[in-house]
């Protein structure tokens, strides 16, 4: 359907390696868009676009740690070379670090402010440096098209996740301000929002939910309780936002934060 259409659309996806990256990279592909992936493991880059490639795919791979403003600055510079702009910018990369969590036997007292710091670069700068540098090449283009990563923490933080919540929050802020932003200073041409997953179970959060076994741990079974649907996500849950965001279908749409999690959010346990 033309409406929700991402054919011949220039992707940037950082943090496309991961969990939710790889099915999301896979689905717009399929889709018919040409998928610029930015990752940090050489080797993880490059089976994701030999594999999207060996489906008939398009895809190719800049190597870049996105908390590294040089890193960024150089894999900007080479696509700009080669495809001169872009029409999207999906900042994966991200994810919860455990020395920035309070396990149950810590406290306050515990909380590294080194491991705060990282979780912070990782999360708030890794998701403003790639906007920061990628965003000529949406100028370039004389339109474009952001999409944030937030969670359900950075709305109502959560037990021990301190850090995480945190920067995730400030991803939130960030959308919104960069919507105002972008439209007086560049025109209606740019967008800028988020979507804020409810529960995956992926690599970040496998130990927090799920013990050695495979069963649910006590957080676990809380989410389950405090999500309607009662289930975690499973990354083909996110595509249909996604897509809807990449596409005109939104194109009236900027600076919210949509939701995709099982009514999570709208449930206050009673
Ligand atoms: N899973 C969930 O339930 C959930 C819920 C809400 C929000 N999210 C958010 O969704 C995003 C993707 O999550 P996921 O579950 O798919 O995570 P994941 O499987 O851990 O993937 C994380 C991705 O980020 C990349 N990455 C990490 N640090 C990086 C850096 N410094 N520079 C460049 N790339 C880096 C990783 O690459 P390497 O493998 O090379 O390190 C990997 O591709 C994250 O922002 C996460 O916070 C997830």
Redesign the pocket.
Same mark, same amino acid.
């Given at each position: 359907m033309k409406l929700f259409s991402v054919k011949n659309k220039k992707i940037i996806i950082?943090? *496309?390696?991961?969990?939710?990256?790889t099915a999301m990279a896979h689905h717009l592909a399929k889709e018919g868009a040409h998928i610029i992936i930015?990752?940090?493991?050489a080797s993880?880059i490059e089976h994701l676009v030999e594999d999207i490639r060996s489906k008939g795919g398009k895809a190719d791979a800049f190597l *870049?740690?996105?908390?590294s403003e040089t890193h960024v600055i150089q894999a900007a510079a080479q696509i700009q070379k080669r495809y001169k702009k872009i029409d999207i910018l999906i900042n994966? *990369?991200?994810?919860?670090m455990p020395d920035a969590v309070v396990r149950p036997d810590q406290t306050l007292a515990d909380l590294s402010a080194d491991a705060m710091k990282k979780v912070m670069d990782?999360?708030y700068q890794?998701t403003f440096i790639p906007i920061k540098h990628f965003f000529p090449l949406m100028l370039a283009n004389g339109s474009g098209n952001i999409i944030n990563?937030s969670?359900?923490a950075a709305s109502r933080p959560m037990t021990r996740v301190a850090g995480y919540a945190s920067a995730k929050a400030a991803i939130d802020n960030l959308t919104k301000w960069l919507a105002v932003e972008l439209n007086h200073k560049h025109g209606p041409e740019y967008r800028v929002n988020a979507i804020a997953?409810g529960?995956?179970l992926?690599?970040?959060?496998r130990n927090l939910l799920t013990e050695k076994d495979g069963q649910l741990t006590q957080r676990g079974h809380q989410i389950i309780q405090h999500t309607p649907m009662g289930r975690f996500g499973d990354p083909e849950d996110l595509l249909g936002t996604l897509q809807w965001l990449c596409s005109d279908a939104s194109k009236f749409i900027t600076g919210t934060i949509v939701a995709v999690d099982g009514g999570f959010s709208a449930y206050s346990g009673v």
């Amino acid at each position: 359907m033309k409406l929700f259409s991402v054919k011949n659309k220039k992707i940037i996806i950082t943090g *496309a390696t991961g969990v939710l990256g790889t099915a999301m990279a896979h689905h717009l592909a399929k889709e018919g868009a040409h998928i610029i992936i930015i990752g940090r493991t050489a080797s993880k880059i490059e089976h994701l676009v030999e594999d999207i490639r060996s489906k008939g795919g398009k895809a190719d791979a800049f190597l *870049a740690d996105v908390t590294s403003e040089t890193h960024v600055i150089q894999a900007a510079a080479q696509i700009q070379k080669r495809y001169k702009k872009i029409d999207i910018l999906i900042n994966l *990369a991200g994810g919860n670090m455990p020395d920035a969590v309070v396990r149950p036997d810590q406290t306050l007292a515990d909380l590294s402010a080194d491991a705060m710091k990282k979780v912070m670069d990782l999360n708030y700068q890794g998701t403003f440096i790639p906007i920061k540098h990628f965003f000529p090449l949406m100028l370039a283009n004389g339109s474009g098209n952001i999409i944030n990563i937030s969670s359900m923490a950075a709305s109502r933080p959560m037990t021990r996740v301190a850090g995480y919540a945190s920067a995730k929050a400030a991803i939130d802020n960030l959308t919104k301000w960069l919507a105002v932003e972008l439209n007086h200073k560049h025109g209606p041409e740019y967008r800028v929002n988020a979507i804020a997953p409810g529960f995956f179970l992926t690599e970040q959060n496998r130990n927090l939910l799920t013990e050695k076994d495979g069963q649910l741990t006590q957080r676990g079974h809380q989410i389950i309780q405090h999500t309607p649907m009662g289930r975690f996500g499973d990354p083909e849950d996110l595509l249909g936002t996604l897509q809807w965001l990449c596409s005109d279908a939104s194109k009236f749409i900027t600076g919210t934060i949509v939701a995709v999690d099982g009514g999570f959010s709208a449930y206050s346990g009673v």
